[in-house]
């Protein structure tokens, strides 16, 4: 194991905690674990930092890969004696992603199947906090799309802590200061057994086109990726100020749920309105 790499990151974690007031040891935090490197090795650090947590995994119904995150993570949090537990969106919505026949928008249905079972997870649970492991560069790639046509009232998305409201809990990312090489050469510097399968639907999204541009852009200008993301979490109060009118949730008009328009994403596939219709679109 790469023991002063490991340090590096978890002193990085730490400090990402103390900067954003991410949480306390007294907190009830939730871990959402995928069983790629990221939330694993987030959960290593968080084990280190003797800060108490619960690992929370959905199985999301995409084949192979849902099959291959549950083994690894009930592995892992097994040898580790990190508490978990594992759910499964069938059971929690009555939706597998598998059978959504939602095209190119899969992702984002996906997003909000896992928002919101994450969510409800964790006010059942009496968790205060749910943390995510997105890496500097997973929320510079998100910044950056969300830059593409000056979405400013989205880009309060991209900071490290987005506070409770809304019935949603404080949702915190510790890795936003860890870059996401770091990670890998940790993860297999320790031999972790992540996730190796990709989700075919990720190719569909336009996240991966996002990584590619910043990657291109650190090569060309070493340092790029993190002076883009670091110098943007830096203005945290200016973004916070920013009006957020697409955040303004209501009642979904069907099942109840906060919704940004009046009949939310998991409604409109049930009643198969997904891939005709944008969201928020009348
Ligand atoms: Fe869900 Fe898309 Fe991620 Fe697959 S790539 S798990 S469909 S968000
Ligand atoms: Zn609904």
Redesign the pocket.
């Known amino acids: 194991m790469n023991s002063s790499l490991f340090q590096k990151i978890k002193n990085k974690v730490n400090r990402a905690r103390r900067d954003f007031q991410m949480f306390e040891r007294s907190d009830r935090l939730l871990l959402a674990v995928?069983g790629g490197k990221d939330s694993l090795v987030l959960a290593l650090v968080l084990k280190a930092l003797n800060q108490p947590f619960g690992v929370l995994h959905i199985d999301?119904g995409?084949d192979p890969?849902s099959n291959e995150s549950g083994r690894k993570v009930r592995a892992f949090c097994e040898r580790e004696g990190i508490q978990y537990e594992i759910v499964s969106s069938q059971n929690e919505q009555g939706l597998q992603?598998d059978h959504l026949n939602t095209g190119t928008k899969?992702?984002?249905?996906?997003?909000t199947?896992?928002r919101r079972i994450f969510n409800a997870y964790a006010r059942q649970h009496g968790y205060q906090v749910l943390a995510v492991a997105h890496n500097l560069d997973d929320e510079a790639a998100m910044l950056l799309a969300n830059n593409r046509e000056w979405q400013f009232d989205y880009l309060q998305k991209s900071l490290p802590v987005l506070a409770a409201q809304n019935g949603f809990v404080k949702r915190v990312k510790p890795l936003c200061y860890v870059r996401e090489a770091d990670i890998l050469e940790l993860a297999e510097s320790l031999q972790l057994d992540v996730v190796r399968s990709?989700?075919?639907?990720?190719q569909?999204?336009s996240?991966l086109k996002y990584n590619s541009i910043l990657a291109h852009a650190d090569q060309l200008m070493p340092g790029f990726v993190n002076r883009y993301y670091l110098s943007f979490i830096r203005q945290h109060a200016l973004v916070q100020a920013i009006p957020a009118p697409r955040d303004t949730l209501q009642p979904c008009q069907i099942c109840g749920q906060s919704s940004s328009a009046p009949i939310c994403r998991l409604c409109r596939v049930e009643r198969g309105e997904w891939a005709r219709r944008r969201i928020g679109s009348p």
Do not use: D, E, H, P
């Open positions: 995928s999301l995409i890969v992603v899969t992702c984002a249905v996906c997003g199947i896992k990709r989700c075919s639907y990720s569909n999204g996240r």
